[in-house]
C-alpha cells in the first residue's frame, strides 16, 4: 500500500485579526496620547536656619515682579503690562548698556565660551496666596522665554547656530553664561532662592 | 476539439487575511508605545493654563501626579480646591507618605531623578499651590513642573 503523505490543516487565522482588533481599541481607551508638558522647575531645598541662607543683594541686582490677589502685575514699581515683561526682563538680565541702575556683571571663565561677563541679576517673584495660578503660570512662561531669548542670541554669537541645535556641552556652557535666576521670595525677605 | 470553455463556474479566490492581524498588531505596539496608561481616574476639575515655553518630560516611568482643583463631585467633597493623590482626595499632611511611597517603587539610581508634575486647575489660587510646595520641600522632591498647554507665541 502506498502510503499517503499527511499535509497538516492551515490553521484558520481569520479570528487572529478580530483578537488584534479587540486588543488595539483596549488600548486605545485606556491610554491618553497626551504627552506631558510644562515649565519644568527647581524648589530650593529647606532649610532648618533660614537666617544663615539670607544672602544681601545689592538693589541694583533684584528685578521684583510681584503680582496680586487681583491678578494684577507689577514690576519697576508701577503696575505693568505681561506682553511687556519680556523684554523688561531681558533688558534686566543683559544689561547692554552697562547702566548702573541695572544689574552688574561678573567676568567668569567658560569652557567653551572663554571670558563672558555674566550678569548677577535675580528676578524675585512675588505673589499673593489669592494669586491664580493662570496669572502665575502665564508670568513664569514670559520670564522663561526671556531666558530663552538670551541663551538663544549667546548661542548665535559664540557658536553662530541656535541654542536648541547646539551639542550638550554648548548647551552647559550658555546655561552657565545666562544662568536661570528665578527666586521666587519667601513670605519674609528675598532670599536667593537658588531656582533652575 | 478541446473545449475553450470551463463549464465550472467561475469565482472570485478568497482574499487571503493573514496579513490583517499582523497590520493590526503592528498598529497595537505602535499605540502602546507612543501613549501612557491612564493611571487614575481625575476627580477634579483640570483645566490646564495655556503656556508656549514648555518642555516635554523625557522619561515618564519618573514622574508622579498631584492634581489640584475644585472636585467634580462638589456634594460628596465640597467646592474648595482639593488635591488629589493616585486615586483618591487627600490633605496636604498626605503629601509626604505620597512622595515617600513613589520614591520606593523606584530604583535607587532613578530616585534623585524623579519629578513631580502639579497639575493645576487654571481657577486654582496660588496660596494652595505655595503649600503643596512648601510639602514638598520638606519632602525633598525638589523637581517639579507645573503642567501647561502649549499655547501659540503671541508675539
Same mark, same amino acid.
Given at each position: 500500500?502506498?502510503?499517503?503523505?499527511?499535509?497538516?490543516?492551515?490553521?484558520?487565522?481569520?479570528?487572529?485579526?478580530?483578537?488584534?482588533?479587540?486588543?488595539?481599541?483596549?488600548?486605545l481607551?485606556?491610554?491618553?496620547?497626551?504627552?506631558?508638558?510644562?515649565?519644568?522647575?527647581?524648589?530650593?531645598p529647606?532649610?532648618?536656619?533660614?537666617?544663615?541662607?539670607?544672602?544681601?543683594?545689592?538693589?541694583n541686582?533684584i528685578f521684583q515682579?510681584?503680582?496680586?490677589?487681583?491678578?494684577?502685575?507689577?514690576?519697576?514699581?508701577?503696575?505693568?503690562?505681561?506682553?511687556l515683561l519680556?523684554?523688561?526682563?531681558?533688558?534686566?538680565?543683559?544689561?547692554?548698556?552697562?547702566?548702573?541702575?541695572?544689574?552688574?556683571?561678573?567676568?567668569v571663565?567658560i569652557?567653551?565660551?572663554?571670558?563672558?561677563?555674566v550678569?548677577?541679576?535675580?528676578?524675585?517673584l512675588?505673589?499673593?496666596r489669592?494669586t491664580? %495660578?493662570?496669572? %502665575?503660570?502665564?508670568?513664569?512662561n514670559?520670564?522663561?522665554?526671556?531666558?530663552?531669548?538670551?541663551?538663544?542670541?549667546?548661542?548665535?554669537?559664540k557658536? %553662530?547656530?541656535?541654542y536648541?541645535?547646539?551639542?550638550?556641552?554648548?548647551?552647559?556652557?550658555?546655561d552657565?553664561?545666562v544662568p536661570?535666576?528665578?527666586?521666587?521670595?519667601?513670605p519674609?525677605?528675598?532670599?536667593?532662592?537658588?531656582?533652575? | 476539439?478541446?473545449?475553450f470553455?470551463n463549464?465550472?463556474?467561475?469565482?472570485?479566490?478568497?482574499?487571503?487575511?493573514?496579513?490583517?492581524?499582523?497590520?493590526?498588531?503592528m498598529?497595537?505596539f505602535?499605540?502602546?508605545?507612543?501613549?501612557?496608561?491612564?493611571?487614575?481616574?481625575?476627580?477634579v476639575?483640570?483645566?490646564?493654563?495655556?503656556?508656549?515655553?514648555?518642555?516635554?518630560?523625557?522619561?515618564?516611568?519618573?514622574?508622579?501626579?498631584?492634581?489640584?482643583?475644585?472636585?467634580?463631585d462638589?456634594?460628596?467633597?465640597?467646592?474648595?480646591?482639593?488635591?488629589?493623590?493616585?486615586?483618591?482626595?487627600?490633605?496636604?499632611?498626605?503629601?509626604?507618605?505620597?512622595?515617600?511611597?513613589?520614591?520606593?517603587?523606584?530604583?535607587?539610581s532613578?530616585?534623585?531623578?524623579l519629578?513631580?508634575?502639579?497639575?493645576?486647575?487654571k481657577e486654582?489660587?496660588?496660596g494652595?499651590v505655595?503649600?503643596?510646595?512648601?510639602?514638598?520641600?520638606?519632602?525633598?522632591?525638589?523637581?517639579?513642573?507645573?503642567?501647561?498647554?502649549?499655547?501659540?507665541?503671541?508675539?
Open positions: 500500500m502506498a502510503r499517503k503523505k499527511k499535509s497538516v490543516p492551515a490553521l484558520n487565522s481569520s479570528s487572529m485579526s478580530d483578537i488584534s482588533f479587540l486588543l488595539l481599541t483596549f488600548f481607551l485606556t491610554s491618553s496620547i497626551n504627552t506631558d508638558k510644562g515649565i519644568p522647575r527647581r524648589l530650593p529647606m532649610n532648618d536656619k533660614p537666617k544663615e541662607n539670607t544672602i544681601k543683594i545689592h538693589e541686582n515682579v510681584l503680582v496680586d490677589k487681583n491678578d494684577r502685575l507689577f514690576f519697576d514699581g508701577a503696575v505693568g503690562d505681561i506682553a519680556k523684554d523688561r526682563a531681558k533688558e534686566f538680565l543683559s544689561n547692554p548698556q552697562n547702566l548702573p541702575n541695572l544689574p552688574d556683571k561678573k567676568q571663565n569652557p567653551l565660551l572663554g571670558e563672558v561677563m550678569s548677577q541679576g535675580v528676578i524675585s512675588q505673589n499673593d489669592g491664580s %495660578y493662570d496669572i %502665575y503660570v502665564q508670568v513664569q514670559e520670564l522663561e522665554a526671556a531666558i530663552k531669548e538670551l541663551r538663544d542670541e549667546m548661542a548665535k554669537n557658536f %553662530y547656530r541656535s536648541s541645535d547646539c551639542t550638550h556641552e554648548q548647551q552647559e556652557a550658555v552657565k553664561a536661570s535666576t528665578i527666586s521666587e521670595a519667601e519674609v525677605g528675598v532670599k536667593e532662592g537658588g531656582k533652575k | 476539439m478541446a473545449k470553455t463549464k465550472e463556474e467561475r469565482k472570485v479566490p478568497g482574499m487571503n487575511t493573514s496579513s490583517m492581524s499582523d497590520i493590526i498588531f498598529f497595537l505602535f499605540f502602546m508605545v507612543i501613549s501612557n496608561m491612564r493611571e487614575s481616574t481625575v476627580m476639575h483640570q483645566n490646564m493654563p495655556k503656556a508656549s515655553e514648555i518642555q516635554k518630560l523625557e522619561q515618564k516611568s519618573l514622574v508622579s501626579y498631584i492634581y489640584i482643583g475644585t472636585p467634580l462638589a456634594k460628596k467633597y465640597g467646592i474648595a480646591t482639593r488635591i488629589q493623590l493616585n486615586d483618591q482626595i487627600a490633605d496636604l499632611s498626605d503629601i509626604a507618605a505620597f512622595i515617600e511611597s513613589e520614591r520606593a517603587q523606584r530604583s535607587e532613578e530616585r534623585a531623578l519629578t513631580t508634575t502639579l497639575k493645576c486647575d486654582v489660587k496660588m494652595d505655595t503649600d503643596i510646595k512648601q510639602e514638598l520641600r520638606k519632602a525633598g522632591a525638589l523637581r517639579i513642573m507645573y503642567a501647561a498647554g502649549k499655547a501659540k507665541k503671541a508675539y
